[in-house]
């Protein structure tokens, strides 16, 4: 089976940054956690990902398309959710999905309707009126109602509560069960121990490591000693002598 | 490009856009520089384009299921739409002026532009100008728009100023002509739907080339 997403070697370079070249892959019910530091380049990776930030070099397969020649049947396929935003905000809901269903091919207004009522959400409330745990789960429920095979996600644990991004964590299990694969973000190393298969490391913007999630704990373990948590890790990896 | 369209109108526009087509109405005033309405008609478009920042409308059209460009395409059909709605009432109001009123003294002795069909390509050009320097101005970065925007004015009122004063030039008054459809007024009209379409074919390929570059 072919995976649902293959980025190699993307690169982007700003004056004060350079992402340097990123690869690897994901299959279907795969959850993988992109984890760094803040500015680490995680959010300029999966913008590049998905052609919201022009990348100087490298590809991305989506489903064994190429993403900037099939950009539109690509994004059939996925969903894009980032915590802190709201867009629309003065929007009912229901106005909101009333215009976007209308570009899915396979929008699927029962699932619509199952989403809404399992994540609570009234559709009759504004964008402004969701609490942040909230406008992730309306931006899911847009992504799982036209089926998307493929969920891309920054930082949507960011600014929740600990019960909330429990919850969350919860449903990228039950998704992943279902067959979808999911690329997130965060800083918050318990969420991935809850629920990451993968983890993919960058560090400056460059790709300290990808690997199953045992694997990547045990290739650590080894350097540092005893069993090491994924935050034990990541202050390793990022250890830097303070000086005032 | 119905589809986003019907996003534009429904998530996007300002409701401004939409009033500021009444702008078009300035075409019965006597004694007023009556392409000012369509500056106004633009100005009521530019509203949207602080909506849209706004409310990252941008960010929220590339992630739909389309190209990157048909971002820009919404923006262009959008201002188009609204364009097309304001001229259809101006040259409605132009005919009912040059037909029904043309002998009315206010009109016969009017030293301002009357509405005729140079009128009609002065407003096309207004409506060109807003494409070539605002909108593709905008796509420059997709989220500055005051300066395009000042730019546009300053375009857009010299043009109305040079409107003003050709008709005043002696062998040009026929293009002030309150009743008459004459040669210099055909003249205006074509060159105004020449640049129009002229110029917002430009402007878009220039748009969507800005727009792929840069990041959101």
Redesign the interface.
């Known amino acids: 089976m072919g995976y649902v997403l293959e980025v190699d070697g993307i690169t982007k370079k700003y004056p004060a940054f350079e992402l340097k070249p990123i690869s690897f892959h994901m299959e279907a019910g795969e959850v993988m956690g992109f984890i760094g530091r803040n500015g680490a380049g995680k959010t300029t990776t999966l913008?590049s990902i998905?052609?919201?930030?022009?990348p100087e070099a490298g590809s991305v397969r989506v489903l064994g398309m190429e993403y900037l020649e099939h950009?539109?049947?690509v994004?059939?396929q996925i969903g894009?959710a980032v915590g802190g935003?709201?867009?629309?905000?003065?929007?009912k809901i229901k106005?909101?999905i009333?215009?976007?269903k209308?570009?899915?091919?396979n929008w699927d207004e029962q699932e619509y309707r199952h989403f809404l009522a399992a994540f609570k959400l009234d559709e009759e409330k504004r964008l402004k009126e969701l609490s942040e745990g909230m406008k992730v789960k309306f931006y899911l429920t847009i992504a799982l109602s036209h089926h998307a095979k493929l969920l891309i996600l920054d930082e949507p644990t960011s600014g929740l509560d600990p019960v909330s991004r429990d919850e969350m964590n919860e449903i990228f299990r039950k998704l992943a069960e279902k067959g979808v694969a999911i690329l997130f973000s965060t800083h918050i190393t318990s969420d991935l121990e809850k629920c990451a298969d993968t983890i993919t490391y960058i560090k400056n913007g460059e790709l300290v490591k990808t690997a199953p999630m045992s694997d990547f704990i045990t290739s650590y373990a080894a350097e540092m000693g005893g069993e090491p948590s994924l935050e034990d890790i990541m202050v390793y990896i990022e250890k830097e002598e303070v000086n005032l | 490009m119905k589809k986003l369209l019907y996003k534009e109108m429904k998530l996007t526009a300002h409701p401004l856009s939409y009033f500021f087509i009444l702008f078009a109405l300035m075409a019965m005033i006597p004694g007023y520089p009556i392409a000012v309405g369509g500056y106004f008609v633009c100005l009521g478009l530019f509203y949207t384009y602080q909506q849209a920042r706004e409310c990252d409308d941008i960010t929220y059209t590339v992630m739909l299921p389309v190209r990157k460009r048909d971002a820009v395409k919404a923006k262009y059909v959008f201002a188009i739409f609204i364009e097309c709605v304001a001229f259809l009432l101006s040259l409605i109001l132009t005919m009912v002026r040059m037909n029904a009123l043309g002998g009315a003294v206010v009109y016969a002795s009017n030293p301002m532009m009357n509405a005729n069909a140079a009128y009609l390509g002065y407003l096309l050009m207004i409506y060109g100008l807003f494409h070539l320097i605002f909108i593709r101005g905008f796509f420059r970065t997709a989220y500055k728009y005051g300066k395009p925007f000042v730019v546009f004015t300053i375009a857009g009122f010299v043009l109305i100023g040079i409107g003003e004063v050709l008709h005043h030039i002696p062998g040009l008054t026929g293009l002030n002509d309150p009743a008459m459809v004459n040669a210099p007024q055909l003249v205006i009209l074509v060159l105004g739907l020449l640049f129009y379409v002229g110029g917002t074919a430009v402007a878009y390929a220039a748009s969507v080339k800005d727009f792929e570059r840069i990041d959101l």
């Open positions: 913008k998905l052609n919201l930030v022009h950009e539109d049947e994004k059939q894009y935003i709201s867009y629309y905000k003065n929007k106005d909101i009333a215009i976007t209308t570009f899915y091919e």
